[in-house]
């Protein structure tokens, strides 16, 4: 029994998709970890606004400014991060995490700075 020319072509291109998608994977996986670094890059920079911001807040009312900074911040962000208050100003300065620290062995960070006027 002879075998059809397209019976061949097909069998010859078997796993073709398999070996193709071996070789994109991993240029796959780096695009998502870059865009994972971004988000995390964002997600710092937002919330140490946040923490800036909720640090202004609580001073302007007589509270301590640094303390409730860090204590607005994520639990994951506060070992690399510094509060510092003058007096309605509050700037957080936080360390973005790395994926991959060996990448770079430079620290980046990110500060955002905040000033509420009191609302006397």
């Not at 097909?10 to 193709?20: D, K, T, W, Y």
């Not at 070789?23 to 964002?42: T, Y």
């Not at 640094?66 to 991060?81: E, G, K």
């Amino acid at each position: 029994m002879k075998m059809s020319e397209q019976t061949r072509l097909h069998r010859r291109e078997a796993g073709a998709a398999s070996i193709e998608l071996i070789g994109f994977l991993p240029w796959l996986i780096l695009a998502a970890l870059f865009a994972w670094q971004v988000l995390l890059s964002a997600y710092t920079a937002v919330n140490a606004e946040n923490a800036a911001r909720n640090g202004s807040r609580v001073e302007g009312r007589g509270g301590n400014g640094a303390a409730a900074a860090m204590d607005s911040l994520a639990p994951w962000l506060q070992d690399n991060a510094t509060a510092t208050v003058e007096g309605e100003r509050a700037s957080v300065t936080v360390t973005i995490p790395i994926i991959f620290p060996s990448i770079t062995n430079d620290e980046l960070t990110v500060t955002r700075t905040a000033e509420l006027p009191s609302t006397e």
